[in-house]
């Protein structure tokens, strides 16, 4: 018998699998409905295993070790003896890093069916409710924005019903102290390696303790379970960071570029790509897109990739989906002669597939209008003047998987473009029998990565990009499949500020889709000078989304400029360690941050300042990045790139940017402008702590010491003396 009252009860226990009509009263991981239309089920301990190494969750994207001495995993045998449930909870441990995988399987090995309605991950239980929890939400074009709030007694969480992870909440969150920053206090983060309906979130009881859980979202899905079958749950990846949020990032960043994202394209810089869509939309023809390569030929760009309109009838958004064969009105001679043509530039050559999708106005959709997801007898929904096609069907799956192939066959294609640009609504289809149909939101995305892992073994060498109408689909299921993500489909380089540094709170820079757009940007309509948009690309994966044939002989030169700059930091900026500076959200729109190697001795800092009308800049400084001047209606915005030549402690950090030295910490953000051999400084948002800068003639040699200013400064001006002090090379010990 249980107790379900008083200090031992279920209601108030840590519980490592909880399920549900057991006197446990919280958020379950597990919820059923057996033959009888009973839901109450429970988790017993039997026995457990402990081995090197781990295996890997059948269909499904998960962490892996590249040395089974890298990883010991652990399965817990557990059974419900009412029903003959057999549960086997996972976790791997990866040694070197602060990093936990949890997920389940379950196996029926009763006598009748089961209909699981709830599977979740993980859960974890803390034992307070002092806590802050860090989400990112969003929406189309302003995705990956950052939320903090407390927790509060009761349920707070983010989810998806979708389809997707979607631009409204990324399947990330994490638990910290009160006051954590990126550098003090504990962190827990909890990322869900899948890319269909979440939920994640918290529950905080009576007794003020604090339940974290994630997994599939459990609204409108069902499984059955036939006698034998087994289901499995995807992988979270589970982080704690004793020394802040930027640490916990960091782990993040180190398991999901190492033991996540797979292939040739894992640990190699990307080529340098122009990409036609904001050039042309569906204008173009072989002469243009071949025009274009030749322009970027000349400016050092390495790969033209084409995007939508190039199949069937496609000259708008509205037809021809699913029709995955070659408008030769527009593609002159053929794919292969195209292809062919940008090779002999030197360049590569990419293409958009958007797959999942079908048209109502495409020759496959009047073959098949039954191919789509839909409810019989209901009205079809569209989006985008598209519907989803039914990745649930094998048969389905396999005509699309054939088209591509096709494509991908009939030339020296090297880069794909994958879209999605709607999500799920009406989820039913024909060929399900009724008890299967709330399994179709599952295999759904089960037939997603079927598909692009046939994709990758078929072509080894291929370079797939994810993109979901922009960052709808950015998660750590996709990066195990492909090594970068389309980040948004707003270029605009003020914008990608803050969705860029929402990303890096669990995601790394590495996989960043990240381009050069014209200006004013086409989706917001904001100037800004192309050194800043070159730069805050370069913080990804970068490359170029504008007519290259149209622009001035000044921005080709600078596309030179930029290339040569990525080729030097790329290295870097893709494989260091990532240290937040600056915060979008909290400082008037500045960014700062800066990449560093493992052992400290190679940085790089790229920064991005703020509007000219923030600071009360001297205009008649000499040699001042800072203009002070406005174009149009909107303002200028500068940036900086420069090697580090200071140390980084994750306290304090400097460096030295041009005659434009930046400085910040925790508890400071000061601008300085070089002036001979003093500072003078421009503005202190907060209080000022002893700083390490390096100032011009002393480039490589000892940096200096700044003396503490007193309190706070605020709009202040003023001239600070500087002695020498002895270089610091090493990660540990000041002088």
């Not at 870097?572 to 400082?587: A, K």
């Amino acid at each position: 018998t249980h107790d379900g009252m008083g200090p031992h009860s279920f209601d108030c226990a840590a519980i490592e699998f909880p399920t549900s009509g057991v006197a446990d009263f919280r958020e379950p991981c597990m919820q059923l409905m057996d033959k009888y239309g009973m839901s109450a089920c429970e988790c017993y301990f039997d026995s457990y295993a402990i081995f090197r190494g781990k295996k890997k969750l059948e269909g499904l994207p998960a962490t892996y070790a590249n040395t089974d001495d890298e990883v010991t995993s652990l399965e817990v045998y557990c059974k419900d003896p009412h029903n003959g449930l057999e549960i086997t909870l996972q976790y791997s441990v990866f040694e070197k890093l602060d990093v936990i995988t949890r997920s389940v399987k379950v196996k029926n090995g009763g006598a009748d069916p089961i209909e699981l309605r709830r599977l979740l991950s993980a859960c974890v239980e803390l034992d307070s409710k002092d806590y802050d929890m860090i989400t990112l939400y969003g929406t189309w074009a302003r995705e990956r924005h950052v939320q903090r709030n407390p927790l509060h007694f009761g349920k707070q969480l983010v989810d998806s019903c979708r389809g997707s992870t979607s631009h409204a909440h990324n399947n990330f969150i994490a638990i910290v102290d009160h006051k954590a920053t990126e550098d003090y206090g504990d962190c827990y983060g909890f990322a869900l390696c899948y890319s269909g309906s979440f939920v994640a979130g918290c529950e905080v009881n009576q007794y003020e303790k604090t339940r974290v859980f994630s997994g599939i979202n459990p609204y409108d899905f069902s499984w059955h379970l036939d006698l034998g079958e087994e289901f499995q749950a995807p992988e979270v990846i589970m982080v704690f960071s004793a020394n802040g949020i930027g640490n916990m990032s960091r782990t993040f960043h180190d398991v999901m570029r190492n033991n996540l994202t797979r292939g040739k394209w894992k640990d190699i810089r990307r080529p340098i790509l122009i990409n036609n869509w904001e050039a042309t939309y569906f204008n173009f023809d072989t002469d243009k897109l071949l025009d274009i390569a030749r322009e970027s030929a000349k400016a050092g760009i390495e790969m033209l990739v084409m995007d939508d309109g190039w199949f069937g009838h496609r000259n708008d958004d509205k037809s021809s989906l699913g029709d995955w064969f070659v408008n030769e009105n527009k593609i002159k001679g053929g794919l292969k002669y195209l292809v062919d043509e940008v090779n002999k530039l030197g360049l590569k050559f990419g293409i958009w597939f958007e797959p999942e999708m079908i048209s109502p106005d495409s020759e496959l959709y009047k073959a098949h209008p039954d191919w789509c997801i839909h409810i019989p007898g209901r009205p079809r929904t569209t989006c985008r003047s598209q519907l989803v096609i039914d990745f649930s069907r094998k048969d389905v799956r396999d005509y699309i998987y054939d088209q591509m192939y096709k494509i991908l066959s009939s030339a020296n294609i090297e880069y794909v473009k994958w879209d999605m640009n709607r999500q799920l609504c009406e989820v039913g289809n024909e060929v399900l029998p009724p008890e299967r149909q709330r399994e179709i939101w599952h295999r759904y995305v089960l037939g997603v990565y079927e598909i692009q892992e046939r994709l990758l073994t078929d072509f080894p060498d291929l370079l797939l990009e994810n993109c979901a109408g922009g960052g709808s689909r950015f998660d750590a299921g996709m990066l195990y499949y492909s090594p970068q993500i389309w980040c948004s489909d707003d270029t605009d380089a003020i914008e990608r500020l803050k969705i860029q540094y929402g990303t890096s709170l669990c995601y790394p820079c590495s996989c960043f889709g990240a381009h050069v757009s014209d200006s004013p940007n086409h989706c917001v309509g904001r100037i800004t000078p192309f050194e800043t948009r070159g730069r805050v690309a370069m913080v990804g994966t970068f490359g170029y989304e504008l007519d290259i044939t149209k622009i001035s002989d000044d921005d080709k030169w600078n596309i030179r400029k930029q290339i040569e700059e990525f080729n030097k930091y790329n290295p870097l900026v893709r494989t260091g360690d990532q240290y937040r500076i600056g915060n979008p959200f909290e400082m008037l729109d500045d960014s700062a941050q800066a990449v560093a190697m493992g052992d400290y001795q190679q940085a790089v800092l790229i920064h991005q300042c703020g509007k000219d009308d923030a600071f009360p800049v001297r205009h008649d400084t000499p040699n001042s990045i800072f203009q002070g001047f406005r174009t149009g209606k909107f303002p200028i915005w500068h940036t900086g790139i420069a090697d580090i030549h200071a140390r980084i402690t994750g306290i304090i950090f400097a460096y030295r940017s041009g005659s434009h030295v930046i400085a910040s910490s925790p508890d400071v953000y000061l601008f300085f402008t070089i002036l001979d051999r003093r500072l003078t400084l421009i503005q202190s948002l907060k209080h000022a702590v002893m700083l390490l800068v390096q100032p011009p003639g002393l480039f490589n040699r000892n940096p200096v010491f700044i003396q503490p200013v007193q309190d706070t400064v605020q709009r202040f001006y003023g001239t600070f003396q500087v002695r020498s002090v002895s270089c610091l090379k090493r990660k540990s010990g000041l002088p």
